[in-house]
């Protein structure tokens, strides 16, 4: 069985739309389609008002099976956070996934974030040293044998796609472990949640009201609710 992937995380600049989508293919490539990787950066246009983005990407995010958190930053992306928090009401397997050496937060707490953005069920938290990584690979291709001129051939990337590729594995194996976990939301209680999900965020719809009846009904198909 495929599942879909909501892919969260900051889509500013050139690192993370290129980052995003390299990790997006290695995870779909990787499994063989069986996660497959949907970015919110691919539905969205500069025509679209900041209401349409977000409505785009929460119905985006309702709609998918599994949801994939990227919480790296100093803080955490606060569109990240909202997007974390609806696919908890929507009771949606999830993975967070960090990647930053910078231990902002840490503290005495668990993770290194606010806790209040920690504990929730059906969650998987993957934090990986891709520094050590990337340091450890580029040493292997023994840059200091190289003469100057050679330094800008594609070791560096090479090293980078491996990177990409081991937490691409990481990021699969914490799925399978999710969907291990049963689902919280009841046959009961499922279709007012649903109900409510679709009118809680005032979406902009012309054309009468939003629903999530179809969608949830899918979730049920595959056994995720």
Same mark, same amino acid.
């Given at each position: 069985m495929? #599942?879909?992937i909501?892919?969260?995380?900051?889509?500013?600049d050139?690192k993370?739309?290129a980052? !995003?989508a390299?990790?997006?293919?290695?995870?779909t490539e990787?499994? *063989?389609?069986?996660?497959?990787?949907?970015? +919110? /950066?691919n539905f969205e246009?500069g025509a679209?008002?900041?209401?349409d983005?977000?409505?785009?990407d929460?119905?985006?995010? %309702?709609?998918c099976d599994l949801?994939?958190?990227?919480?790296?930053?100093? $803080?955490?992306?606060?569109?990240t956070?909202?997007? #974390?928090?609806?696919?908890?009401f929507?009771?949606i397997?999830? %993975?967070?996934l960090?990647t930053d050496?910078?231990n902002?937060?840490?503290?005495?707490f668990?993770y +290194?974030?606010?806790p209040m953005?920690?504990?929730f +069920?059906r969650?998987e938290?993957?934090?990986?040293?891709?520094h050590?990584r #990337?340091?450890?690979?580029?040493?292997?291709?023994?840059y200091?044998?190289?003469p100057? *001129?050679?330094y !800008? $051939?594609?070791?560096s990337?090479q090293?980078a796609?491996?990177?990409?590729?081991?937490?691409?594995?990481e990021?699969?194996?914490?799925? &399978?472990r999710?969907?291990? &976990?049963?689902a919280?939301?009841s +046959? &009961?209680?499922?279709s007012?949640? #649903?109900d409510w999900?679709?009118?809680?965020?005032g979406?902009? $719809?012309?054309s009468?009201?939003?629903?999530?009846?179809?969608?949830?009904e899918?979730k049920? /198909?595959?056994?995720?609710i």
């Amino acid at each position: 069985m495929s #599942y879909t992937i909501y892919f969260a995380g900051d889509l500013f600049d050139h690192k993370d739309l290129a980052g !995003n989508a390299a990790l997006a293919t290695a995870i779909t490539e990787k499994s *063989e389609g069986r996660f497959l990787c949907l970015l +919110p /950066q691919n539905f969205e246009s500069g025509a679209m008002s900041a209401q349409d983005i977000r409505d785009n990407d929460l119905k985006l995010l %309702v709609d998918c099976d599994l949801a994939l958190f990227n919480f790296d930053g100093t $803080e955490l992306d606060s569109g990240t956070v909202v997007e #974390y928090m609806f696919a908890k009401f929507a009771d949606i397997p999830s %993975v967070i996934l960090r990647t930053d050496l910078r231990n902002a937060g840490a503290g005495r707490f668990e993770y +290194p974030w606010n806790p209040m953005v920690s504990h929730f +069920p059906r969650t998987e938290v993957v934090i990986l040293d891709v520094h050590e990584r #990337y340091q450890a690979l580029v040493a292997s291709q023994n840059y200091a044998d190289y003469p100057l *001129e050679h330094y !800008n $051939e594609n070791r560096s990337c090479q090293s980078a796609a491996a990177v990409t590729d081991w937490v691409a594995g990481e990021v699969m194996a914490a799925f &399978e472990r999710v969907l291990k &976990e049963p689902a919280r939301l009841s +046959p &009961e209680l499922s279709s007012t949640v #649903y109900d409510w999900l679709a009118k809680m965020p005032g979406f902009a $719809e012309v054309s009468g009201d939003v629903s999530f009846k179809k969608i949830l009904e899918k979730k049920r /198909q595959k056994g995720l609710i």
